[in-house]
C-alpha cells in the first residue's frame, strides 16, 4: 500500500508515502554517473545520468522504491498484487526485470517523451533479484515537470496510460481509478448548496461542508480520491520552504497510523516513511514513522562523476 504524487508549484516535486508492515534497511541513495548498473539481459550502463532516492542496497545493487535523476525526471513502483504480470524472455526486446526497470528508464530518459519511446520496446519480465528478494508486483507512476504517466504490467500486456492526476496508490488498475474519480467531481473546498429543495431550510452547520463524502478510509481507492482533492486545492506561495510543507501535509492526508490496516500476515501496514524530492534542484526531502522532522540530503553534495553508492541510513 503506498501513494505516490507529482506536484508543482514554482518548481517541480515528486514523493510518496511507503505504506508496509516491515522495512528491509533502506536509505537514501544516490547513485552517481559512473556507477557500473549491470542487468540481467540488457547492456550495463557504465555511463548514465545521476540518481537519488530511497533504496535497499543489495550486493552493492540499489533496489530503489523512487527515485529522481538530475534531468528531473522521477518514478516510483507502488504494490499492485494480483494485477501485476510480468512476461517470460521475448526476442528481439529490450528484457529488464521489475527491480531493473528504475534504474534502466531513469538512467537513459530525459523527460516522459524518451520514457513513452523506451518502453515500446521493453520486455517486462519475470525475474527476481534473488532467492531471498522475489519478484515484487508493482506499477509504476512516472513524472517529468510537466506529466505523469502510469505504467502497468497485466496478462493484457504492457499498459502506458496518460496521468492528468499525478497521483497513483494501488488496486485496481489505473482505468478504475480514472472512472472512479468521476464519482467525486462535485466536491469543493467551499460551503454547499441546498439543492433538494426550496421549500426546506437547510443550512450549512460547519465549514468544509462542500467536501462532505470525501473518502477517508485507508483503501487504495478512497487515497487516490482524497490525494487528487488535497493536492488539487493545495495552497502555497511557491516557496521551497512551503512547497515541500505543503507536499508533505498533502501525503499526511492520507498516511496510515499503526494499528489501522491489518495484512493478510496479521502485521499492520504504516506510512514508514514519506518523501518528496525538488526534482529541478535533486534535493531529496523525507520524514519516517518516528521522526517527523524533515530531513534533506543534496544529489551535489556527493561526486556526481563517481563511481560508487554514496548511502545514507535513515535517521530514526
Given at each position: ?248 501535509h498533502i501525503l499526511q492526508a492520507v ?57 545514507y541510513p535513515v535517521e530514526e
Open positions: 500500500m503506498c501513494t505516490a504524487v507529482s506536484f508543482k508549484t514554482k518548481q517541480h516535486y515528486f514523493g510518496r508515502n511507503l505504506d508496509l508492515e516491515r522495512g528491509y534497511g533502506e536509505g537514501v541513495v544516490i547513485t552517481p554517473r559512473n556507477y557500473p548498473f549491470s542487468f540481467r539481459y540488457v547492456p550495463s550502463l557504465e555511463k548514465h545520468y545521476a540518481l537519488i532516492g530511497m533504496a535497499a542496497v543489495a550486493e552493492d545493487y540499489p533496489l530503489y522504491f523512487e527515485a529522481t535523476n538530475e534531468k528531473g525526471l522521477s518514478m516510483a513502483g507502488l504494490n499492485f498484487p494480483k494485477n501485476a504480470f510480468y512476461q517470460e524472455y521475448a526476442e528481439g526486446k529490450e528484457n529488464v526485470a521489475p527491480f531493473e526497470l528504475i534504474p534502466y528508464l531513469l538512467g537513459n530518459c530525459e523527460n516522459i517523451e524518451e520514457v513513452k519511446a523506451s518502453l515500446e520496446n521493453i520486455n517486462v519480465i519475470n525475474y527476481s533479484f534473488s532467492d531471498g528478494l522475489p519478484v515484487s508486483p508493482l506499477h509504476w507512476l512516472i513524472s517529468d515537470k510537466e506529466e505523469s504517466v502510469t505504467l502497468e504490467c497485466t496478462r493484457e500486456g504492457m499498459k502506458v496510460y496518460d496521468n492528468p492526476f499525478g497521483v497513483l496508490t494501488n488496486n485496481p488498475t489505473f482505468d478504475f481509478h480514472v472512472i472512479n474519480m468521476n464519482h467525486y467531481m462535485g466536491l469543493h473546498e467551499g460551503f454547499t448548496q441546498n439543492t433538494v429543495s426550496s421549500k426546506l431550510t437547510l443550512e450549512n452547520y460547519s465549514l468544509g461542508m462542500g467536501a462532505l463524502g470525501l473518502p477517508g478510509d485507508f483503501s487504495s481507492s478512497s487515497r487516490f480520491v482524497k490525494t487528487v482533492f488535497v493536492k488539487e486545492k493545495s495552497v502555497c506561495d511557491g516557496s521551497e520552504k512551503e512547497s515541500v510543507n505543503q507536499f508533505f498516511a496510515m497510523p499503526k494499528g489501522c490496516v491489518l495484512a493478510k500476515n496479521e502485521e499492520y501496514e504504516y506510512t514508514r516513511y514519506s518523501c518528496c524530492c525538488n526534482t529541478e534542484e535533486q534535493i531529496y526531502y523525507y520524514t519516517t514513522y518516528q521522526n517527523s522532522m524533515i530531513r534533506k540530503v543534496s544529489m551535489y553534495e556527493v561526486d556526481v562523476e563517481g563511481a560508487e553508492l554514496y548511502q
